[in-house]
């Protein structure tokens, strides 16, 4: 933090960063954040902002693969990039909000909530159970 103060400060006047290219020139800054503070600091809208839950989600309602694939995304930036290539515009900003909320209260890593998912009967990937990779027991998704 006190690097990118210092950088700031010097190179930008005190102020942040008003370019994506720019953002993610700072140590430490990746996309997720990048495209987060581009939209609420700059309002100026790039991309999505993917963490895990949205990273998870995405992936569990069969939302995204890997490009040529049905693979599901790996990383949370190949889920942005999948993501945006079919989810209008003017829902990037909105869907981060959504789904982390989700996330954290319904459709967690681990013990998903599909039995109070409104979505469920939707979803590909509610009430199946899958091998736990460390363990090699069997959790729930």
Known sequence: MKKIAKICISKYGGDIPSSLEDLLALPGIGPKMAHLVMNIAWDNVHGICVDTHVHRICNRLGWVWRAGSKQKTSTPEETRVALQLWLPKEEWVPI???????????CTPLRPRCDKCGVSEFCPSAFKETQIKKTGGSKKL
């Open 96 to 106: 981060n909000p959504l789904l982390v909320g989700f996330g954290q209260t319904i």
